[in-house]
């Protein structure tokens, strides 16, 4: 049972112009949404976090969107640039009386053209 | 300079073997946790510890054994009795305040033959 998808395996993109990544999710008590970039044989970095409350979170090009009525989860990141290339992960969290349950999505290649 | 660290970044173990894969932080926090990634995949949760000398299984605990003697430390072993242990594994850590997010190392790379 996949309770946080990213259905797109990989996604490329031009310098410069926006890429979108995207995360379904079908738990509703999630409490909050994170986003990884991930290099090749090198441990997940956190990008940016949004709660289950919020509907957006900014953090200079990267914003996070959630749409709760459609439980999904999007990842801009303007403009885009070749360091940018990666896989993304986004991750949802669930706390329930002190545990802390973490899902991982399987991940977006993302590829920036120069 | 804070994080994680987890050695070897490679290591190589013959079948029937058990190994031990080492993690270390200096974030101060409390809980640690760690995780296999397959071609594909998820990470998929092993174990997880919330505080020294106490520690849960995860969703993939079968054939892998931890410990938790010091704050600092989380070892991983992985046992014979783990069908398919050539991974990636990785180790992280959660701080107490929201978000919540976790912090990785870099991983240690594990082949079994």
């Known amino acids: 049972d996949q309770q946080v998808k990213q259905n797109s395996p990989s996604l490329s993109v031009q310098e410069g112009r926006i890429s979108i990544l995207n995360c379904d999710y079908t738990n509703s008590m999630f409490d909050y949404f994170l986003w990884y970039k991930k290099y090749p044989a090198e441990g997940p970095t956190f990008l940016i976090s949004?709660?289950?409350?919020?509907d957006k979170n900014e953090d200079g090009r990267f914003t996070v969107f959630l749409n709760k009525s459609a439980k999904h989860l999007s990842l801009h990141i303007v403009p885009s640039q070749p360091g940018d290339s990666a896989v993304y992960f986004c991750?949802?969290?669930?706390?329930?009386?002190?545990?802390?349950?973490?899902?991982f999505g399987t991940g977006t290649r993302l590829k920036v053209l120069a | 300079d804070g994080g994680i660290t987890q050695s070897p970044k490679y290591l190589f173990r013959k079948e029937g073997q058990n190994v031990t894969l080492s993690c270390e932080q200096n974030?101060?926090?409390?809980?640690m946790y760690w995780y296999r990634q397959d071609p594909g995949q998820g990470l998929r949760l092993i174990y997880y510890?919330?505080?020294?000398?106490?520690?849960q299984k995860g969703d993939i605990a079968e054939g892998y054994s931890v410990s938790r003697e010091k704050k600092e430390s989380f070892p991983l072993t992985v046992t014979s009795a783990q069908k398919n242990p050539t991974a990636f594994y990785l180790c992280?850590?959660?701080?107490?305040?929201?978000?919540?997010?976790?912090?990785f190392g870099p991983g240690t790379r594990l082949t079994v033959t």
């Open positions: 974030l101060n926090h409390d809980a």
């Open positions: 510890s919330q505080i020294v000398n106490d520690f």
């Open positions: 992280a850590t959660r701080p107490t305040l929201p978000p919540y997010e976790q912090y």
């Open positions: 991750a949802a969290i669930r706390t329930t009386s002190g545990t802390y349950k973490y899902i």
């Open positions: 949004i709660s289950s409350i919020k």
